[in-house]
């Protein structure tokens, strides 16, 4: 029996279709592509996609729905897209705070300084044509130049440009730049001399995707790309997606990798025409990116990676052609795919190993890569240790009551003074600090990774929140408020937002704060003691978040141990970096392979000193141990 | 603008449809599938195609067609399909010589004793599920569990099977059957204990395309299967095909690979549910074929093979995946192409080298591959050389008044007495002689390549050809006839034939068969001169045509020097059997590869002595030299 159709229309994007009788509104907005933000996937703990339903017929409203829509939006007809079925034609309005927004995606390329070695050489010879004398085949032909020339010896061809072989070296007038793959395999042919060839350097996120177009005569970059990742509609972070998969089990893995390919493609194609190259001019590509994302990526189930033990499908690196992902490059390209660790530490960490490459330096380093997850490393050339942390979603703006990603409108710089505590801030998007204008022109719609980290640290700092994590009750201001849950702080006034509400951090944000940078913080605790180190020569901030988040307001929240803050760095998108160094000097490959097997992955969650650890990591700032350099900042600013 | 298009029914098939305006009768019928012989490919030398319009429009009789079709005949709107275009709608009607017939295929697999050893091996390993304490990756786990059971190192993994690896590996509970490629990739899962598993040895002739499935564990064939190469369409032979794809530079070369790629998909299906199995159960296959179809095959342009100085684009070997040929096996399958010697002695030879290896023994063999086209290979363990002999078609029964392919009707054996020159024969598809059934029952519809071969033999031994070659014009028999052309001789009388028509044999018709036959004797004589042997130990007939020939007769004709005849045998399909036996044992495609560069290929064409010797060797019966052998042939007959 066919299901039965109800139209949909989405306001004030027009999207608009018809879909199955019985879905959820979000479902059927992934269906008509609809953004409506879903930062735990459709499992109705965030309450994120709250949209309103002006017309239509919908199931009863669900206890869950009550506990994120108070009385008075249930009357205007709000709902959670999550939950609410169809059962009629519907006309809904997505709120501003529920349509998800292009994330400001800032990954341009460090410039990094790498000996050129990449994976493609370019061979010129001139051939003999063929005679009755000498018949010898095209390929063989072209063997013996490249043995003779430049001593590549047992050299294959790949299959697709064996095809073409005949005709180019004919059109050629047997003069021709040959790309020969690692040494042993042919991959292309170009009349003459030819000069430039290109590869591709890919950093698969959960969130954003980003391409680095490099130039492998010469090592330069010469475009970037970015977008979100098309799965996100499928669930914001990796356990999000893990979960829509095992409830999708038929067609939800095609699904997604159909979704990033073809993004990519895309992203491929526009990131090369805007220099005007052709995709065909890819000739080489490398990627990294988390296990999920790696698995997802390659069509490989990831549901294990969510389930204990959490192992991986595969280690280490995988070299696989372009045309058997469905990657629209030259066809005979080569993906290379960078190792992973373990099941919660992924290539994309690989990618930041060998990009700062602590095993290569006598100092102990402490990375820290922040994207949707957590990952550390610690070591020197001694000894490499790295973890997963499961940081949860707050610093990227979920399961907090303004939380939001960082998209424009979110606030990402907090300042609060001492003395009134007055809040001064920046909302992305905007130059202005909110001092410097009129505050009716900020609208401002949240607060994202950063500026939660910056408001909590200036709370502490200000006063406005004690040591033990309690906002402070008996601050004179009129930002301190009381509700039912507890004490809120205002960071912005309803009249300076998009959203008609005021923007407050409450304890229970605080909370989920703590939780995350009490995870980071006990995983490296854990770390320097099984290292058998009691301070960090070095700290590197790496990622998205890494990158944005002020290094002093970090440390005095307490997201790593003391260290002096002048050997504290951010270092962007070191991910991308690595992915970008592995495609430049293959050697590098060989050192991420045999990195990812030498750092010692530690379990967190089955240590036995990280319930204790954690409790203790929880405080803000952690000050029971001897912090000389966290003592320094506390007293300078008193 | 778009071109007109007409009606156009061929009878008595019944195919129909639209055609574009324009286009010749034969193109209309490649395009319709409707099967009319065109043994030139379209070149309008062969008159094969001979056609009867009974109702429409076409364009002026050309010069070309007088030459085939008779005055009255053409009063009867007989036309050459290749030449008439169509002005109109058209009714066509495909007399039964025009018709093609599915030729008789008889490759069945010989026994053939050889030491299994096969590219791919089974492999049970018991896991241990992963836990937190050792969370290793599903492929690291694997590749240890092979490697300290079977010593397997360095392993790798398709990547499809990748994708597969983590359901395969739960679901079979960690107990599985791995196979492994060449002992370095890792191609399938099953789970449990997997005893049988299978692979295909493929023989692609310019004619027909026979497939032999073989069970990988024992070694036996399980099934056959074979068919026309559906390429035929375009050309019988090969220097037609690669006209073809001359005059069709844009599309040709896709649309000729697509066809044999479709043809193979579906006779490698019906095979293997012939036998309750499935396409995905075979795991490797390996190809011999012609250069020309070896490059068709691979999608490769063959035009360099059709001029001088001939060179093929590959010798070597390949492996290929099957999903990158269209081959719809198992995805992870591998494809091993042998290798080739030289422009005109392919792979379909390397496979008749190594099936017979003649490179192993002492005595001198003379191999004789005669398809389409004529392959010799000459030697022992010390020395080998091969060379390709431009027999002409008329082995195949083309460029002969009467001559048609192996198929129902066509006579394939021939008596002739001494006394009275009475002829008796038998045709293809009927059990009895002429003389032990009805004259009317035969429907005789022409003479195929053997029955040539034993009607001039017979001839000659009868007195009915001189030795010059010329047809004895005193013989007093109803059967000598002369017309413009000169004298013929009747085989079979209208009233026993399908055709209505005399089938003779003329002057001009022994003429095209001692051109072939001189090819192949002055081929061998330049060989042995090249090797310095005067004597053969022992010859080869392989091929469809070498196991249907007369080994007597074909000696009586010429077709190779002298030997003892119990030193002369018929191997039927060599060329297949080296397919089956590269399946079978992975050492033989070494011995492939190394052969097929240690032999030495001789081009005749620019040998010095060639004219001499193919002059020399048109003589019917060659007895310039000591022949003892011959002799006593002869003798015992007068």
């Known amino acids: 029996m066919r299901k039965k159709k109800v139209n949909i229309i989405f306001q004030p994007c027009g ?6 009788r019985g879905k959820t509104i979000l479902e ?30 919908l199931s009863p409203l669900r206890p869950e729905e009550s506990k994120f829509i108070r009385e008075e939006e249930q009357k205007q007809g709000y709902r959670l897209a ?3 079925k169809l059962f009629g034609d519907t006309l809904i309005s997505i709120p501003d705070e529920a349509r998800r927004y292009q994330q400001v995606i800032h990954k341009e390329a460090r410039k990094i300084s790498i000996e050129l070695n990449s994976a493609i050489k370019a061979y010129y010879v001139e051939l003999l044509p063929p005679s009755l004398l000498e018949p010898l085949g095209d390929f063989e032909r072209l063997s013996c130049a490249l043995a003779n020339a430049y001593g590549l010896k047992n050299l294959k061809i790949d299959y ?8 180019r070296l004919r059109s050629a007038g047997w003069k021709v730049t040959v790309f020969v793959w690692m040494d042993r395999e042919i991959i292309d042919l170009q009349p003459g001399r030819f000069e430039d060839f290109y590869g591709i350097a ?128 030259h066809p005979a390209a080569n993906v290379h795919v960078l190792p992973i660790e373990a099941g919660f530490v992924g290539a994309d960490n690989v990618g930041v190993l060998i990009a700062e490459a602590p095993y290569q330096k006598e100092e102990v380093s402490l990375i820290i890569d922040i994207g949707t997850n957590g990952e550390l490393i610690l070591g020197n050339k001694q000894r490499l240790l790295s973890c997963s942390c499961a940081t949860g979603p707050a610093f990227e703006g979920a399961h907090l009551r303004f939380g939001m990603r960082a998209a424009p409108g979110a606030i ?28 009716e022109e900020i609208q401002a719609r949240g607060i994202c990774g950063s500026g939660i980290i910056e408001a909590i640290a200036e709370m502490l700092k200000a006063g406005v929140l004690e040591k033990n994590g309690r906002i402070n009750g008996n601050l004179s201001s009129p930002r301190l408020r009381k509700n039912e849950n507890g004490y809120e702080f205002v960071i912005a006034w309803a009249k300076e937002t998009a959203i008609g509400q005021d923007i407050t951090i409450s304890t229970s944000d605080v909370r989920a704060v703590q939780l995350g940078k009490g995870a980071l ?28 988040v002020d290094p002093e307001r970090a440390m005095v929240l307490g997201m790593f141990p003391d260290c002096d803050l002048k050997n504290v760095f951010s270092v962007g998108n070191a991910a991308g970096d690595g992915a970008r160094m592995a495609l430049l000097n293959r050697e590098k490959r060989l050192e991420a392979e045999r990195m990812a097997r030498q750092v010692e992955y530690i379990e967190l969650t089955t240590h036995p000193d990280f319930t204790e650890e954690f409790i203790n990591a929880m405080s803000i700032p952690h000050l029971k141990d001897d912090f000389p350099y966290l003592k320094s900042i506390l007293q300078e600013k008193e």
């Open 15 to 20: 999207k608009r279709g018809q879909v199955e």
């Open 28 to 57: 059927a907005a992934q269906e008509l592509g609809a953004a409506i933000e879903s930062v735990c996937g459709g499992k109705h703990t965030c309450g994120k996609c709250k949209v309103r339903a002006e017309k239509g017929r």
């Open 82 to 84: 999550c939950l609410a």
């Open 160 to 167: 697709p440009t064996l095809q073409n072989l005949p005709q």
């Open 202 to 329: 890919m950093d698969l996120g959960t969130t954003t995707v980003a391409i680095y177009l490099c130039n492998l005569k010469n090592g330069q970059v010469v475009a970037t790309g970015s977008m979100m990742n098309p799965q996100v509609p499928y669930g914001e972070d990796v356990m999000s997606r893990i979960s829509y998969l095992m409830m999708n089990p038929e067609e939800g893995l095609q699904l997604m990798q159909g979704r990033i390919i073809k993004g990519l493609n895309s992203l491929i194609q526009s990131t090369v025409e805007s220099v005007q190259l052709s995709p065909l001019d890819i000739l080489e590509m490398t990627v990294v990116g988390n296990t999920a994302m790696h698995h997802i990526f390659l069509g490989i189930d990831p549901q294990p990676l969510g389930l204990s033990p959490f192992s991986p499908s595969i280690h280490r690196s995988l070299d696989i052609k372009a045309r058997d992902l469905g990657l629209k490059v």
């Open 412 to 439: 990402e710089r907090v300042r609060i003074s001492s003395t009134n505590w007055e809040v001064n801030y920046k909302v992305i998007g905007q130059e202005k600090w909110k001092d410097e204008g009129m505050a």
């Open 521 to 548: 913080y006990s995983g490296a605790k854990i770390m320097m003691k099984t290292l058998g180190v009691e301070r960090l020569d070095k700290v590197i901030l790496a990622g998205g978040f890494g990158s944005y």
